[in-house]
């Protein structure tokens, strides 16, 4: 009951630095909030919905193509010379002329251009959807982690305190012992410089919660004046370890940036018809409608509206092209090459980022085993220390000792829980799983 009434009396004493509304935040609300505020995350959404009308842009290209010209103007007489520019006269024309035209052309066959920019804006779209993938997933594993670290200092605090009202208790009892002449004042100072820095250290714990608080009310959209309190049933998270292999091969068919490489190479090989595509003949078909005043095949011109129109098939070829080809086609062919070595390097730094992970968090496992048995020595070992110097059969050195091994326990204890979730997650993360 005293442990309680001194995180009271501390966080009281606290209230002016830190008076901020406490707003107890779920795992569940924590990434959902993340997902939706996120800037990060919305720029990505807006990139991908740039791709998407990118692709909308190409598949316009297979449309016929409309124009509509028309010219209203002043049209001077013209001066007539003779062979040797001696002037001869004036032809008198209409003053005012006028023209108007409507065309649509129609591609009939481009090399596969067409075709192959539209795949071209798909894979694009593909690729801006899978980094988006990628964002959210980077994303949820900072929130972790920061979720984590506001754990772990909440239950630092709390360590804090109780050692707070701890080395209290034995401040009065040692001040007992020097009024009865037992021990010296040295004992007594030193177990004050004790108390004060457990103090200070309680201070910078509260402190710290306060800033990464801010960090995740700014990304969830909440008001920074809160103080983000943990799920503390989060600790107990059920964590479920496949084989190594599973998450190798999930790697391989889940994760956004294995997904990207193999993008990239189809990319790459439609790049590759692009630029083959530049070696065909170009092939349309144009119909045009023109109204035009005055009719200027005439003489003398007359000043009359004349409507003509037309059908034709335009054919063109870029013999230029071929002075390219080498080079167009040759560093397309390359990037394909570039692709498939970067997808292989791809491949190479998942498995040892698994492989890493998988290790890591074993050994967090297994440091929180070691903790928990080393937290129980250190408080047995406290006691029987404790015992012997209020028998004054120890020094204060040895009891300060002892306290601090006990603390440094109970803090390494929860830092190695948090370190086991946080491990688990990012194993998650470079599997695909997250």
Known sequence: MRYFFSIFFILLSLKNVYPQQVYKLTVDELL????????????SIVRSQISSDKLSLAKNKRLPSISINGSYGYAGNPVIFDKHLSYMSVSHNPDWKQNYQLSVTQPVFEGGTIKNNITKAELEEEISILSLQKDKSDLKLWLINKYLNLFNLYKQRDVYAKNIEEAKTRQRDIENMKKQGMITNNDVLRSRLVITNYELAFKTTNNDIGIISQQLTIVLSLDESLIIEPDS???????????????????????????IGYKNISLAKNNLKLAKADLLPKLSVQASNALARPIPNTLPVQNLFVNSWGIALNLSYNISAWFDKKHNVGAAKRQID????????????????????????????????????????????????????FSQLSIL?????ANSVQLDAELQLINAKTNAIYTYYLLQKVSGNL
């Open 397 to 401: 050195t040895d009891l300060l000792d």
């Open 233 to 259: 049933s989060f600790l107990h998270t059920e964590l479920i370890l496949r084989d190594e292999s599973d998450y190798v091969k999930q790697a391989y068919e889940e994760y956004p940036d294995m997904k």
């Open 338 to 389: 570039l692709q498939q070595l970067l997808l292989e390097d791809k491949k190479q730094t998942v498995r040892t980022d698994i492989r890493s992970a998988f290790v890591k968090h074993g050994e967090a496992l297994d440091r929180v085993k070691a903790m928990e048995e080393s937290l129980l020595q250190a408080n047995e070992n406290y006691r029987i220390v404790k015992n012997k110097y």
């Open 32 to 43: 959902d909030r993340g997902l939706e505020n996120s800037v990060a995350i919305k720029a």
